[in-house]
């Protein structure tokens, strides 16, 4: 199994441009969970998914963020327009039917200059 | 509201030592916890999970203590190796089913001196 795969590894963009990262779960994997990681914040749950559909969105910061998951198999966020204080390592996560235990992606670097 | 925190952001063990990492929680309603390990540029591990039914659990080399009635959390690592040294995680929610959300502490850096 190749795990939670993420893409980009790092991305670097300039303020006001539009952000788009992605997640591939864990084929079988349910529950799907968006996370951010700064140093002042620590780790944070944006969003989560339960059978592609979304849970809890209440820690989406502000509506220039968006997720969506169209399939079992992919999600996305999207940050439009992306600000400075939005770099971070954003962390994709899964999670089957029966557990909470939660497989990470290896995180996307976030650099908005 | 829901708060989870750890006591020390670093801790400095030798090799060969034993380790324990702490780490306190406020949600009463909390009843499944795990601990999470995350190596420099990788995404948070599993490492050991317990429920609020039990006090004790052990894996390989970690063990992991509940006291509901002070609602505090502790890992700890058995013969402390250089491959430990990483940033520490303590997460809980309610519920063992993934019905909701997993909320992290702020996490303990560990190091490990050869």
């Known amino acids: 199994d190749a795990g939670v795969i993420q893409s980009p590894r790092h991305e670097v963009t300039e303020m006001g441009q539009e952000v788009t990262l992605r997640c591939k779960p864990i084929?079988?994997?349910?529950?799907l969970f968006w996370y951010r990681q700064t140093m002042m914040r620590g780790l944070e749950l944006l969003i989560y998914?339960?059978?592609?559909?979304?849970?809890?969105d209440s820690g989406m910061p502000e509506d220039r963020f968006s997720a969506k998951m169209p399939n079992a198999s992919f999600s996305t966020l999207k940050i439009q327009p992306s600000e400075p204080r939005d770099s971070a390592v954003y962390f994709c996560?899964?999670?089957?039917?029966?557990?909470?235990?939660?497989?990470f992606g290896s995180g996307t670097r976030l650099t908005v200059v | 509201g829901e708060n989870v925190g750890l006591h020390l952001p670093t801790l400095s063990v030798q090799e060969g030592d034993n380790s324990i990492i702490n780490c306190a929680y406020s949600?009463?309603?909390?009843?499944?916890f795990i601990w999470y390990k995350q190596e420099s540029g990788k995404g948070p591990q599993f490492i050991i999970d317990?429920?609020?039914?039990?006090d004790k659990r052990q894996g390989q080399r970690v063990t992991v203590l509940l006291n509901k009635t002070v609602k505090h959390l502790s890992l700890q690592i058995a013969a402390t190796q250089p491959g430990d040294s990483a940033v520490y995680f303590c997460?809980?929610?309610?519920?063992?089913?993934?019905?909701?959300?997993?909320?992290f502490g702020q996490g303990t850096t560990l190091q490990v001196k050869p």
């Open positions: 949600n009463s309603a909390s009843d499944y």
């Open positions: 998914f339960n059978n592609n559909v979304p849970i809890d």
């Open positions: 084929s079988g994997h349910n529950s």
């Open positions: 317990i429920r609020s039914n039990m």
């Open positions: 997460a809980e929610t309610r519920g063992s089913s993934n019905t909701g959300k997993l909320i």
């Open positions: 996560a899964s999670s089957p039917r029966d557990r909470v235990v939660y497989t």
